[in-house]
């Protein structure tokens, strides 16, 4: 499969702080990005896509970076809460409706 | 967990027993997904359907079968030739190629316990 890494497996951040989660993938071919945030024993949740034929786009408290030379994503979440602590994955799509996920970063946000 | 169910969300079984998880949703999307996580794993693509009657092998294949006789339902059934199958599965669905989101409901997961 494609190779959606991350390069932190594990962030430790104080509430209130700004978070960034970071994540490499291998297909320059990929158009599509999406975060996803999932939480203990429940299914993903989706937080923020991107398209290729973007840069930056922002939600509620959260922003999504695409560098397309270097094939980096990051994703910003401002503020960080307590509620924010989870595993949160990137995935690509090259197309088909085929996508790939990377390994996950836990997010522990202390009080 | 939007509008795609999966039951039951624990189950155990003996080792050498085939089991079938089930998916259901109520999105109306065409295209339907299979993926296993294990701990500390990012999720692996099982199978999927783009649409009904129709579906292709993902990553990991091996050791499960799935059908797609309907829009709404795609069960999975792991048998006992899958030769590690203790994990959580999870099931999705997405638009086929709709507008500018290609985003994906995932159910709330199975835990899978063979023993």
């Known amino acids: 499969g494609e190779n959606v890494g991350l390069h932190l497996p594990t962030l430790s951040v104080q509430e209130g702080d700004n978070s960034i989660i970071n994540c490499a993938y291998s297909?320059?071919?990929?158009?599509?990005f999406i975060w996803y945030k999932q939480e203990s024993g429940k299914g993903p949740q989706f937080i923020i896509d991107?398209?290729?034929?973007?840069d930056k786009r922002q939600g509620q408290r959260v922003t999504v970076l695409l560098n397309k030379t270097v094939k980096h994503l990051s994703l910003q979440i401002a503020a960080t809460q307590p509620g924010d602590s989870a595993v949160y994955f990137c995935a690509e799509n090259t197309g088909f409706n085929k996508f790939y996920f990377g390994s996950g970063t836990k997010l522990n946000v202390k009080p | 967990d939007g509008g795609i169910t999966q039951s039951p969300k624990y189950l155990f079984r003996k080792e050498g027993q085939n089991v079938t998880l089930s998916c259901e949703q109520n999105?109306?999307?065409?295209?339907m997904y299979w993926y296993r996580q294990d701990p500390g794993q990012g999720l692996r693509l099982i199978y999927y359907?783009?649409?009904?009657?129709?579906?292709q092998k993902g990553d990991i294949a091996e050791g499960y079968s799935v059908s797609r006789e309907k829009k709404e339902s795609f069960p999975l059934t792991v048998t006992s030739a899958q030769k590690n199958p203790t994990a959580f599965y999870l099931c999705?669905?997405?638009?086929?190629?709709?507008?500018?989101?290609?985003?994906?409901?995932f159910g709330p997961g199975t835990r899978l316990t063979v023993t």
């Open positions: 297909n320059s071919a990929s158009d599509y």
């Open positions: 359907s783009q649409i009904v009657n129709d579906f």
């Open positions: 999105l109306n999307h065409d295209a």
């Open positions: 999705a669905s997405t638009q086929r190629g709709g507008g500018d989101s290609y985003e994906q409901y």
């Open positions: 991107i398209r290729s034929n973007m």
